[in-house]
């Protein structure tokens, strides 16, 4: 078993299956403790994935010396409040998306990681599947010639949960999936110089609670490539990304759970397939890049730096202000 001792914090959906994650690592990371208002819910999920531990408030389990890194698993608008929490116990963080509502929280959690010598990152998975630097090595190669044209969709009838639909629990469709179709352009294009008025325009609807329920995004990088984002709680658009140059296109059919992708060539009309499939469930990429980051004695990881997580965390709230929106 490896000896970096990770807990889950929050014992809802995602949290299970960061559980079973943990449970297929055990050979590289130790499944410790799992943490939820609810000790029932903890202890569910830490029998059913092996976990060593089950406390039944978060502080409890926060003042437990043993453990090294904390995943949570919060809704939005808890993340600081729980990461910062971590950080003063000692633990390394592991947070989900979107880290931070505001640019300048996500610079608070930041700070203070800084000043203790902790490791903290965005639990921005889709950056370390095998995919991820696979289409950026197609892309490098010249295959599909002068990248011009990103497309990138998230959409799921989701409304239905709370969490997604009330602002004061950071919901909203751009939040939630929204951030995926934002980070694969910001992944494989970087994001436009937002000094420049025209580098970005949108148009969304709101739901009666004053969450985004559905949007279209659009930047102009002003050298001739442009970005068409767009996302979903309220209409099942599917999750698929696209980019396409002058000589052929990048054609993602699953944007989160990318395990393929195929290339297609304009001129010979030649198509291939780039098969990339899971260890796992596709949680386990960046769960090793923490553990070696830390074995390493680094606080930030480059495949999801910091400075990723502040500009789309300010470019969400820029968003979300323009739309009027509640959170
Ligand atoms: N990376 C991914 O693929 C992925 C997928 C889904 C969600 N997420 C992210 O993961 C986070 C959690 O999403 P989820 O779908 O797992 O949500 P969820 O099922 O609602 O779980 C959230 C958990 O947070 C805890 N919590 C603490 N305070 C709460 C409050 N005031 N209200 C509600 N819950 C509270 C609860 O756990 P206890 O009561 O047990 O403490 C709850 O079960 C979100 O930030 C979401 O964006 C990521």
């Not at 490896?2 to 299970?16: D, K, N, T, V, W």
């Amino acid at each position: 078993m490896g000896e970096l001792r990770f807990a889950i914090l929050g014992a809802g959906h995602i949290a299970g299956k960061m559980a079973r994650t943990l449970a297929f690592l055990r050979n590289e990371v130790r499944p410790y403790a799992v943490a939820s208002r609810d000790i029932g819910r903890a202890r569910a999920i830490a029998d059913e994935s092996g976990f060593e531990k089950a406390y039944g408030s978060y502080e409890e389990m926060l003042a437990d010396d043993a453990i090294d890194v904390v995943y949570v698993a919060t809704p939005n608008n808890l993340h600081v409040e729980h990461a910062l929490a971590c950080l003063v116990h000692g633990k390394h963080v592991l947070c989900e998306k979107p880290f931070a509502l505001t640019a300048d929280d996500a610079r608070r959690v930041f700070d203070e990681a800084k000043k203790r010598g902790l490791f903290v990152m965005e639990a921005m998975w889709t950056r370390f599947h095998p995919a991820a630097r696979l289409i950026d090595d197609v892309i490098a190669s010249g295959e599909i010639g002068t990248p011009r044209y990103l497309q990138a969709t998230f959409g799921l009838a989701i409304s239905g949960k709370e969490r997604v639909v009330r602002p004061e629990l950071g919901g909203g469709a751009l939040l939630d999936l929204g951030i995926y179709p934002l980070n694969f352009a910001a992944m494989h294009f970087g994001l436009p110089d937002m000094s420049r008025t025209e580098a970005m325009t949108s148009a969304a609807t709101l739901l009666e609670t004053g969450v985004d329920d559905q949007s279209t995004i659009t930047f102009d990088y002003g050298d001739g490539r442009i970005a068409s984002l767009s996302t979903s709680i309220t209409a099942g658009m599917g999750a698929y990304g696209r980019i396409a140059g002058t000589l052929g296109c990048i054609e993602v059919p699953a944007l989160t759970r990318c395990e393929g992708f195929i290339v297609r060539s304009v001129p010979s009309g030649n198509e291939r397939r780039v098969e990339c499939p899971f260890d796992f469930n596709g949680y386990e990429y960046e769960v090793r890049a923490v553990a070696k980051a830390i074995s390493e004695g680094r606080v930030e990881c480059q495949e999801m730096p910091w400075s990723a997580t502040i500009a789309l965390a300010g470019v969400m709230e820029a968003l979300r202000r323009q739309w009027r929106c509640t959170c």
